[in-house]
């Protein structure tokens, strides 16, 4: 039976449509589907979106705002060292909730068949980039090296993305001081490793239980 006189929220649109994203592709999203996954009317929809391309823009939004605004505060986080600001970035590759791997799936394997949003991935792509340079040039890299060095760790990440990579917590965790040692050229100190991996205890903890 269909909820009468509720229409949901904007968010809670957005929450269901991002399922269908990231499980089936944004072949998947439809007003219909959504309507019924939601159990309440199509007309419900209307009241939040225009139409179908409303919502899809909407999803992009929350794609840039999330990953990419969250990558770029972590790059621009306070850090005493080289190694312990490729840390802080690497807080994205661990904690989903600062960035959605799942999502930068979708939205690369969407733009495959959508050129103005490839268009975005590609400007979102170098923006991501020009700020993990700026990273590196903030620790006296020169720009050359800084270039170099932000390329490798975006796309050793767009890798795992890609490839769809899954591996265990642990042992992703027993590589990063290897990887930081690669990226910078010097080997975090024990105290970089234990702050960063005491950020993320509780996903340790759970994922060992």
């Known amino acids: 039976m269909k909820q ?4 949901g929220s904007e968010d809670l649109w957005l929450d269901e449509a991002y ?8 072949e998947s999203v439809k007003v219909m589907p959504l309507a019924k996954a939601l159990n309440m009317s199509r007309t419900s929809f209307y009241w939040h979106f225009e139409h179908r391309e ?3 823009n909407a999803l992009i939004q ?11 505060s972590q790059t621009e986080r306070y850090a005493e060292s080289i190694s312990e600001a490729v840390l802080n970035l690497f807080d994205c590759w661990i904690n989903p909730d600062l960035f959605d791997a799942r999502m930068d799936f979708a939205i690369r394997n969407w733009a495959q068949q959508a050129p103005d949003l490839k268009k975005t991935l590609e400007h979102t792509d ?10 590196f040039t903030r620790f006296d890299f020169s720009e050359e090296q800084a270039d170099t060095r932000a390329h490798t760790v975006y796309y050793t990440q767009i890798g795992y993305i890609s490839m769809m990579v ?3 917590l642990s042992r992703r965790l027993k590589r990063i ?3 930081i040692e690669t990226f910078t050229g010097s080997y ?5 490793i234990a702050r960063f991996e005491s950020r993320h205890q509780s996903r340790i903890t759970k994922q060992s239980g």
């Open 4 to 7: 009468s006189g509720w229409r």
């Open 54 to 56: 409303a919502l899809l």
């Open 177 to 179: 001081p290897a990887y």
């Open 126 to 135: 170098q923006e991501r980039i020009n700020a993990i340079r700026a990273m």
């Open 62 to 72: 929350r794609w840039e705002k999330k990953n990419t605004g969250n990558l770029i």
């Open 19 to 26: 399922k269908m994203l990231v499980e089936s592709g944004v």
């Open 188 to 192: 975090p100190t024990e105290s970089e």
């Open 166 to 168: 899954e591996e265990p």
